[in-house]
């Protein structure tokens, strides 16, 4: 899951990156409001963490013009602000929910984890194809009667397959979701976690699922 994060107070966003990054999570930091929409308006991101108080364009505005967009991306809103009235307009803006400042890392990541849920299609937290499973709220992977030990990028990497599985899925696709937007597509990394993960989901199985489509990209599914 890719997750824009638009703050303007550096400590904070610094706090839910690195949060969001060891839950896998691939985020972008934006500190103002019109970088934020622009890079809402030409990236694809899962989810927006977003605070109202920022420098060239609030939290109130971005929203009004990215949904005048049809842009439908779930919007997490930050708010000092605890009265009624500024939580009403935040929501009637166009937000998804709000959380007002201070907060625990937990209820944001719930209040996050549902969003993601509600705007997903797979409302269900555990993701399939054949024999193997994923636990997204746990992160543990199953093939079989094996554990499968995945590094944070794998995780992200196993998700987004099972999720889209069935759909060929370029480089390009793929560096978009799990890296950041500064990922260089021009080298192999993605081929190397793809391998690595390829041998943790399908070595010793008759059955493959991860399969390369030549010139392409890759597909998970079951022949």
């Known amino acids: ?129 054949g024999d193997l499973v994923l636990d997204t709220v746990s992160h543990k992977a199953r093939r079989a009667d094996r554990v499968i030990e995945l590094t944070a990028k794998e995780y992200a990497l196993l998700e987004f397959f099972l999720r889209n599985k069935d759909r060929v899925l370029s480089r390009t696709i793929i560096a978009e979701h799990i890296w950041d937007y500064h990922f260089d597509t021009g080298t192999n990394l993605i081929d190397v976690y793809i391998n690595h993960l390829r041998n943790k989901v399908d070595t010793g199985f008759e059955k493959k699922l991860i399969h390369t489509v030549r010139g392409v990209g890759y597909v998970m599914k079951e022949d």
């Open 1 to 129: 899951m890719r997750i824009l994060v638009v703050e303007d107070e550096k400590k904070v966003a610094r706090f839910i990156q690195q949060g969001l990054e060891e839950e896998h999570y691939s985020v972008d930091v934006v500190h103002d409001g019109q970088q934020g929409l622009t890079m809402a308006e030409s990236e694809k991101y899962d989810a927006i963490v977003l605070d109202v108080m920022l420098p060239t364009k609030d939290g109130i505005a971005f929203t009004r013009e990215l949904r005048a967009l049809k842009k439908s991306t779930p919007i997490l809103m930050l708010t000092a602000k605890t009265s009624t009235e500024e939580k009403v307009a935040g929501l009637d803006s166009g937000a998804d929910d709000y959380l007002t400042k201070p907060f625990a890392f937990a209820e944001l990541l719930a209040r996050l984890r549902s969003l993601l849920r509600r705007g997903a299609q797979e409302k269900t937290t555990v993701l399939s194809l």
